[in-house]
């Protein structure tokens, strides 16, 4: 519905015209934004909110104030059971990263199929966490399982690692580290396509081989992968939700659990239902992601300003 | 116009001579909408369900019946969800404490006048199941006792007869454990099946109405009487009579080891014994006994845990879940769904007949002449469900590590003075 141009008046651009460079973007965002606050931003302070109250999700809610946080951080067993679990789980999921790279630097060279190996050594993180659990909880079994088969050829006694407290947290995180090795192998064979062949050259000429040249040469032109490795690493480790859920359900007597599936137990399992109680480790939970992901947006942010 | 006329005054005529007949109230005719929400999952359930609504639709040509089967673990979950928004007319759930939350936050509907003007003849024996705050809050559909499972053929080999005392209990585990097979296969994963021996132990041990004070929190499980019956359990834990690596199974995993004559009993619920046939076992070869008695003194308690039908309070069709509900606990629908080739459990109406089944035989015996302690419903059902999780934990901890049972039973004191308030 345009009118004709006025040939008396001079063309008096829209407001949107006379700002579109300023404005296009946000409207691009715009959707993104909303959801995102409504969905994440939104949700968070509502779980603050929540967890200073009892409530089992259906009736009134009860305002307690601290008294959830109390509990929680005065001495509560499975709270403290639960922590340590997820700093077990942190450090040795980093081992992840290491692996990733010597299977990496294996896999990174020219034979005859090595597409083959590659997709095959990737192959476990194309598999669902699910199906993982369950191949290795199976793998675990006291009487039928491979690992004692495996075992009982060495002469070693049975072992149930699933159903012993003291080792059936390292055997799920023995799980993990199957696909998220998968995971940091491909950033780094990505990593290792970008490593500038003329500083190997050169570096060669001066006489650099082996761990000095992986050191001083490659590592470096790497740390982008690393980088990115690490995040993943760290996140998918406090993330650990579904091997626990699969391989023991939290047992045997809770010596499995971490923060997230203390979490889910509290407010949504069978048994559970104390919203407040569980929007209170949720908090506690975030702020313990927060912590990594404030040193990684400052250590990005370092990376940018020195890019430049 | 004309085939309606003729269809209602045949319906009409029908119905007169039906009302003779059939007088508690399935006469009248429905119309509308019927939606029911079901976690009758497994397979004989999910036909037995599926059975019952078409029966009730053929009654009433003109009700349209709406049926949904969820699973039977994620509706322990769901159920929330589905009785406040958009509420259907007819749910399942459980019987006693595990009703609770819902009877608290409103949205069961009462039907006590359903059991007070006779609408529901036959339920009297089950009525308490259904009862919180002196009011009753759906009906039940279906119960199946606990007891010991045993493998005939093996207490045969071994020379070994029924136990009717502790003694004699502990007696023959000790010749199965020198004959090199354990004693009861137990799996104890996902933690409830603990639950079942600790019930009869501490029923058998210090009553039906002990165990009861015990679940509503009334007694201290510090308490030396709660001591005495883990003194009792770990007699059975210090004799080798548990199958190892219990913690890692479920209770169909453990099931295999009776099938496969490792184990020789199993204490758990009626509904093992078709997997057990499953399996390959012939009725000559499993058998059942009522768990024995520790202190002769007192009256047996059992557990029966029983299924229920309820309407949500939120329900748009209430008339039509009520005559639902009607049928489902009607004496000839009771023994229909109930016999060996359905469901293969009790029946509620007192008015049922028990299929012939020795294992439904022996149960309805043993819960109608050998149960006067009380019926109770089961741990996770008796029980808070905040004790029920923190108390099945203990057990499972102290099934393998039995030595750690102060530091259990303070834990568990410490949460039964946080929970019950």
């Given at each position: 519905m345009t009118a004709l141009?006025?040939?008396?008046?001079?063309p008096q651009r829209s407001w949107y015209k006379r700002n579109e460079i300023a404005v296009t973007p946000w409207l691009f965002l715009l959707p993104g934004m909303f959801f995102f606050a409504f969905y994440v931003i939104y949700p968070i302070f509502q779980s603050f909110w929540i967890s200073f109250h009892e409530w089992d999700g259906l009736g009134e809610k009860v305002w307690v104030g601290t008294a959830n946080y109390e509990r929680l951080l005065g001495g509560d067993r499975k709270f403290e059971t639960s922590f340590w679990n997820n700093l077990k789980w942190l450090f040795l999921y980093l081992l992840a990263i290491p692996a990733g790279l010597s299977i990496a630097l294996l896999l990174n060279q020219k034979v005859r199929g090595i597409r083959l190996y590659k997709s095959l050594f990737f192959f476990p993180f194309v598999l669902s966490q699910v199906v993982v659990g369950l191949v290795f909880s199976w793998f675990y079994l006291p009487r039928e399982g491979l690992l004692n088969a495996i075992l009982a050829v060495v002469g070693a006694g049975p072992v149930n690692i699933l159903g012993d407290p003291s080792t059936a947290t390292y055997g799920i995180i023995a799980a993990g580290l199957w696909p998220q090795t998968a995971y940091c192998m491909i950033l780094y064979l990505t990593g290792l396509n970008a490593v500038d062949p003329e500083q190997i050259e050169a570096a060669r000429l001066d006489g650099a081989k082996g761990h000095r040249m992986l050191w001083h040469v490659v590592l470096p032109q790497l740390k982008p992968a690393t980088f990115i490795a690490f995040v993943v690493t760290i996140i998918g480790a406090l993330r650990s939700f579904d091997l626990i859920s699969v391989m023991t359900n939290g047992g045997p007597?809770?010596?499995?659990?971490v923060l997230s599936f203390y979490m889910y137990e509290e407010s949504l399992s069978e048994f559970g239902f104390r919203m407040g109680y569980g929007a209170a480790i949720a908090v506690v939970l975030f702020f313990i992601m927060l912590f990594f992901i404030v040193y990684f947006l400052w250590s990005m942010y370092q990376d940018e300003r020195g890019g430049r | 116009m004309r085939s309606i006329l003729k269809a209602s005054v045949a319906a009409l005529g029908f119905a007169a001579l039906a009302t003779g007949a059939v007088a508690d109230g399935h006469g009248k005719k429905l119309s509308g909408d019927l939606r029911i929400i079901s976690d009758m999952s497994n397979p004989a359930p999910r036909a037995v369900m599926e059975g019952l609504a078409k029966e009730f639709g053929e009654k009433h040509p003109d009700l349209n019946i709406d049926l949904e089967i969820v699973d039977r673990e994620a509706w322990k979950t769901q159920i929330r969800n589905a009785l406040t928004a958009n509420a259907p007319d007819v749910v399942n759930w459980y019987a006693a404490n595990r009703m609770g939350p819902y009877v608290n936050a409103g949205l069961?509907?009462?039907?006590s006048d359903m059991y007070e003007n006779g609408d529901l003849p036959g339920l009297d024996a089950v009525k308490g199941a259904m009862t919180l705050d002196g009011k009753q809050w759906g009906v039940p559909y279906t119960y199946y006792q606990w007891g010991m499972y045993y493998r005939e053929d093996m207490f045969k080999e071994l020379g070994l007869t029924e136990p009717t005392t502790f003694e004699e209990e502990l007696a023959n585990c000790q010749k199965i454990v020198d004959s090199g097979k354990k004693c009861y296969a137990i799996g104890t994963k996902f933690l409830w099946t603990a639950g079942g021996w600790f019930d009869y132990l501490n029923m058998r041990t210090n009553g039906f109405d002990f165990h009861m004070q015990l679940a509503r929190g009334e007694?201290?499980?510090?308490d030396a009487r709660v001591r005495e019956t883990f003194a009792n359990w770990r007699k059975i834990i210090d004799m080798g009579g548990y199958i190892d690596d219990h913690q890692s199974y479920s209770w169909q995993e453990a099931l295999k080891f009776m099938t496969d004559g490792e184990a020789a009993s199993y204490l758990i619920g009626n509904f093992a014994v078709a997997p057990m046939r499953d399996a390959g076992l012939s009725d000559d070869q499993i058998d059942f006994y009522q768990f024995p008695l520790i202190d002769a003194s007192l009256p047996q308690g059992e557990d029966a845990p029983t299924d229920t039908f309820h309407i949500p309070a939120n329900a748009s069709n209430k008339d039509n879940a009520r005559a639902f509900l009607q049928f489902v606990t009607s004496a000839d629908v009771q023994t229909k769904i109930n016999s060996g080739d359905a469901l293969g459990q009790l029946p509620v109406n007192a008015a049922s007949s028990v299929d012939a089944d020795e294992f439904l035989e022996q149960g309805f015996a043993m819960l109608s002449g050998n149960a006067k302690g009380g019926v109770a419903q089961f741990f996770d059902r008796d029980f808070p469900a905040e004790m029920a999780s923190v108390g099945m934990e203990g057990l499972q901890e102290f099934m393998v590590f039995p030595d750690n049972l102060d530091d259990i039973l303070e834990r568990l004191e410490d949460a039964r003075q946080r929970i019950y308030k």
């Open positions: 141009p006025d040939p008396t008046s001079q007597f809770g010596s499995t659990r | 069961f509907e009462d039907i007694v201290e499980w510090t």
